[in-house]
């Protein structure tokens, strides 16, 4: 079975500055999706981006941007210039690429906080 | 984007009574639709996968007893919790897919929170 590891069960960022947030997951498959979701506090779940694992170039969505690395089985979220509303619980999850329900397997959360 | 909606937000009910939560999408057809519960400051525990027309896929420890999930059509699936004990409060998620590609998302509905006296 797939396992999502994020060690970091709490972040904090000073507005405008940059934050990592690390994620790193087990599995025994060459085709599947890794997302990053946020959950604000009105708990709406929100996709902030996805990495196929077949694609080499690591996804970018503005100011977030994820450093994948296959190899290691690692997969960190970038949020650059952070701001207020960046604030909120983020989900690192996988998702098999094969199979017919697709179900995600998501990590504990690491919750950030940001600082004026 | 795709939108996903459930009904209620927030529902209180009384111990031994059962309640319905109403997951819609609405712009798009749902094949699949999947149940998450997750407790304060937790992550999102799947509790069971549905196809329309078929019958829902429980994870393992989720009393499908307890837990009634129907995917009577393509927009519509339902989770019934059955004599609902205070142990059963917690936030309700739904999510959706469009389709059975992999590259397609996962649409999450805004959640019920269910309180149980």
């Known amino acids: 079975a797939q396992t999502v590891t994020q060690s970091q069960p709490e972040m904090s960022v000073q507005e405008a500055e940059t934050v990592t947030l690390s994620c790193t997951y087990d599995?025994?498959?060459?085709?599947?999706?890794l997302f990053w979701y946020k959950q604000p506090p009105s708990r709406q779940m929100i996709l902030v981006i996805r990495?196929?694992?077949?694609?080499?170039q690591n996804a970018t969505e503005n100011r977030f941007s994820v450093n994948f690395q296959k190899a290691a089985k690692s997969f960190s979220l970038k949020i650059s210039d952070s701001q207020l509303g960046d604030a909120a619980m983020y989900f690192c999850?996988?998702?098999?690429?094969?199979?017919?329900?697709?179900?995600?397997?998501f990590g504990k959360g690491t919750l950030l906080t940001v600082n004026p | 984007g795709a939108v996903v909606s459930q009904h209620p937000s927030w529902v209180i009910c009384k111990s031994g009574t059962s309640v319905k939560i109403e997951c819609r999408s609405l712009?798009?057809?749902?094949?699949?639709m999947f149940w998450y519960r997750q407790f304060p400051k937790q992550s999102l525990m799947l509790m069971a996968t549905?196809?329309?027309?078929?019958?829902?896929?429980?994870e393992q420890g989720v009393e499908k007893d307890k837990f009634l999930i129907n995917h009577a059509s393509l927009t519509l699936s339902t989770l019934t919790v059955t004599s609902a004990h205070p142990e059963d409060s917690s936030f309700y998620i739904c999510?959706?897919?469009?389709?059975?590609?992999?590259?397609?998302?996962?649409?999450f509905g805004p959640g019920t929170r269910l309180t149980v006296t």
């Open positions: 999510s959706a897919r469009a389709g059975l590609r992999p590259s397609y998302e996962q649409y």
């Open positions: 599995t025994s498959e060459s085709d599947y999706y």
């Open positions: 990495q196929e694992a077949y694609k080499q």
């Open positions: 999850a996988y998702r098999s690429g094969g199979g017919s329900n697709y179900k995600l397997t």
């Open positions: 712009d798009f057809q749902a094949t699949t």
């Open positions: 549905s196809n329309e027309g078929s019958k829902a896929t429980y």
